[in-house]
């Protein structure tokens, strides 16, 4: 399985064999070699070896280059303030402390960290980039002029509209001019990241940034290049309007429920992604919080044009095995990775000695059938199919969210849910059986048993 067409077919929204896995890897690469936040962004050196110790640890199909919404903003003449476990902030607004719109030029390769910034994505692109898809992040239209103009965009709007626009227009240029540059140094897929998006109506969203996002999408696709749309916060209201602005993909994080934006892209012929959780499950959470969740997620999004993926930047401080628990569900490994970690030690769960059953018996390991939709229907397949066969068939749910039901999936050796067990055999793996197809089974291993 090549990991980078995987990545690049689901975000065309095609059908694809399993969920392409994307961490975004931001401020944590810093972690894993060892230098603080403010050290890494600063160094190409540093962030080629940070993105590179993340291909080698977490085994992704697809990374961001860089997780930085504040190298636009910089370059422009923003104040930083940077930090040791986080990506830097903006500090000083320059249409607030006397610089003047015109004044303003869309930045180069050789203004602010660009120099830094492009040097690492270059090489990063000749490292891995005929291994996974390598995307570019741009700060989005909306967000950037938040940098240059501080809150006193939301009065702009409301007050000056026309003012508003024209600052629009400045950054929708920026974010064209800097699309150019990661496209021209080898990356498969440029995102606008535009968080702040989050604040506003959709009216505001349609007047104010949909004609400008759509540009900067025109303009990469018309590069033969992919296209995402990224947002943080409670953005479900303006979900719709991302679609609209026709990017390949939006991503989105845990305040918008990941059924609905399948359901609203599906509309679009957009693909999605997102959206384990970035603190109760990766930066807080167990390994087995991560796979739950990360399971979850998969059973919705499904296998056509869905994208597995944190709903932002990961924290500085993720615990790796939690990413690696990620990584290890994604590619079939989780029963090994579980015995690795001793996750699981002083929880058992003792499997029956199947052959001396005096019945056959069916495991379900599920993550809930009571919130999984299809977890609740592979159990209602299992229990329509044995309602003929009372006393000769037993089953029982296995929800994973419980630690003796990690302790059977590991031996059974169970590495997706949904997942029918027979007998201590692997019968149906993710895809539900029809009653007939399973009656016909049992009926079968029933009368071979000879119960």
């Given at each position: 399985?090549n990991?980078?067409?995987?990545?690049?077919?689901?975000?065309r929204?095609?059908?694809?064999e399993?969920a392409?896995?994307?961490?975004?890897?931001?401020c944590?690469?810093?972690?894993?070699?060892g230098?603080?936040?403010?050290?890494?962004?600063?160094?190409?050196?540093?962030?080629?070896?940070?993105?590179?110790?993340?291909?080698?640890?977490?085994?992704?199909?697809?990374?961001?280059?860089?997780?930085?919404?504040?190298?636009?903003?910089?370059?422009?003449?923003?104040?930083?303030?940077?930090?040791e476990?986080?990506?830097?902030s903006?500090?000083?607004?320059?249409?607030?402390?006397?610089?003047?719109?015109?004044?303003?030029?869309?930045?180069?390769?050789k203004?602010?960290?660009?120099?830094?910034?492009?040097e690492?994505?270059?090489?990063?692109?000749?490292?891995l980039?005929?291994?996974?898809?390598?995307y570019?992040?741009?700060t989005?239209?909306?967000?950037?002029?938040?940098?240059?103009?501080?809150?006193?965009?939301?009065?702009?709007?409301?007050?000056?509209?026309?003012y508003?626009?024209?600052?629009?227009?400045?950054?929708?240029?920026?974010?064209?001019?800097t699309?150019?540059?990661?496209?021209?140094?080898g990356?498969?897929?440029?995102?606008?990241?535009?968080?702040?998006?989050?604040?506003i109506?959709p009216?505001?969203?349609?007047?104010?940034?949909?004609?400008?996002a759509?540009?900067?999408?025109?303009?990469?696709?018309?590069?033969?290049?992919?296209?995402?749309?990224?947002?943080?916060?409670?953005?479900?209201?303006?979900?719709?309007?991302?679609?609209?602005?026709?990017?390949?993909?939006?991503?989105?994080?845990?305040?918008?429920?990941?059924d609905?934006v399948?359901?609203?892209?599906?509309?679009?012929?957009?693909?999605?992604?997102?959206?384990?959780?970035?603190?109760?499950?990766?930066?807080?959470?167990t390994?087995?919080?991560?796979?739950?969740?990360?399971?979850?997620?998969?059973?919705?999004?499904?296998?056509?044009?869905?994208?597995l993926?944190?709903?932002?930047?990961?924290?500085?401080?993720?615990?790796?095995?939690?990413?690696?628990a990620?990584?290890?569900?994604?590619?079939?490994?989780?029963?090994?990775?579980?015995?690795?970690?001793?996750?699981?030690?002083?929880?058992d769960?003792?499997?029956?000695?199947?052959?001396?059953?005096?019945?056959?018996?069916?495991?379900?390991?599920?993550?809930?059938?009571?919130?999984c939709?299809?977890?609740?229907?592979?159990?209602?397949?299992?229990?329509?199919a044995?309602?003929?066969f009372?006393?000769?068939v037993?089953?029982?749910?296995?929800?994973?969210k419980?630690?003796e039901a990690?302790?059977?999936?590991?031996?059974?050796?169970?590495?997706?849910?949904p997942?029918?067990?027979i007998?201590?055999?692997?019968?149906?793996?993710?895809?539900?059986?029809s009653?007939?197809?399973?009656?016909?089974?049992?009926?079968?291993?029933?009368?071979?048993?000879?119960?």
């Amino acid at each position: 399985m090549n990991a980078k067409k995987l990545v690049l077919d689901a975000i065309r929204n095609e059908q694809t064999e399993r969920a392409p896995w994307v961490p975004f890897v931001g401020c944590h690469a810093a972690s894993l070699i060892g230098v603080n936040a403010e050290e890494y962004f600063k160094s190409s050196e540093h962030i080629f070896n940070g993105v590179t110790k993340a291909y080698e640890d977490y085994r992704p199909d697809g990374l961001p280059v860089l997780f930085d919404l504040q190298v636009e903003a910089e370059a422009l003449g923003c104040g930083l303030k940077y930090a040791e476990n986080n990506p830097p902030s903006v500090a000083t607004h320059p249409l607030v402390d006397g610089v003047k719109l015109e004044d303003l030029k869309v930045p180069t390769e050789k203004d602010g960290r660009f120099p830094i910034v492009m040097e690492a994505t270059k090489r990063i692109c000749e490292a891995l980039g005929d291994k996974i898809a390598l995307y570019g992040l741009i700060t989005g239209p909306y967000t950037l002029a938040l940098h240059l103009r501080g809150t006193e965009i939301f009065f702009d709007m409301m007050d000056d509209p026309d003012y508003m626009h024209s600052v629009m227009a400045f950054c929708e240029k920026v974010c064209i001019a800097t699309a150019q540059m990661y496209m021209d140094a080898g990356v498969d897929i440029v995102a606008i990241v535009d968080p702040m998006t989050s604040q506003i109506s959709p009216d505001s969203f349609a007047e104010f940034v949909a004609p400008y996002a759509t540009s900067v999408f025109e303009a990469i696709r018309a590069q033969g290049k992919l296209s995402s749309f990224f947002v943080c916060g409670d953005a479900k209201k303006n979900v719709e309007e991302m679609c609209k602005c026709k990017p390949n993909n939006i991503s989105i994080d845990e305040n918008i429920p990941l059924d609905y934006v399948k359901e609203v892209a599906g509309k679009y012929g957009v693909s999605f992604g997102g959206n384990v959780k970035l603190t109760l499950s990766l930066l807080f959470g167990t390994v087995t919080d991560c796979i739950k969740d990360a399971q979850n997620c998969m059973a919705v999004g499904g296998t056509k044009g869905y994208i597995l993926a944190p709903g932002c930047d990961m924290p500085f401080s993720t615990p790796v095995d939690n990413i690696k628990a990620i990584s290890s569900l994604v590619h079939g490994e989780i029963a090994e990775f579980l015995e690795d970690v001793n996750v699981l030690d002083g929880v058992d769960a003792a499997l029956p000695d199947y052959p001396s059953l005096d019945h056959v018996r069916i495991d379900v390991i599920t993550l809930d059938s009571e919130s999984c939709a299809p977890c609740q229907y592979m159990m209602e397949a299992v229990r329509k199919a044995s309602e003929g066969f009372e006393g000769k068939v037993v089953y029982k749910e296995h929800k994973v969210k419980d630690k003796e039901a990690v302790i059977t999936m590991v031996k059974l050796g169970v590495s997706n849910i949904p997942t029918i067990c027979i007998d201590g055999q692997i019968k149906h793996v993710s895809i539900i059986p029809s009653k007939e197809e399973l009656v016909a089974q049992l009926k079968e291993i029933v009368e071979a048993k000879g119960v």
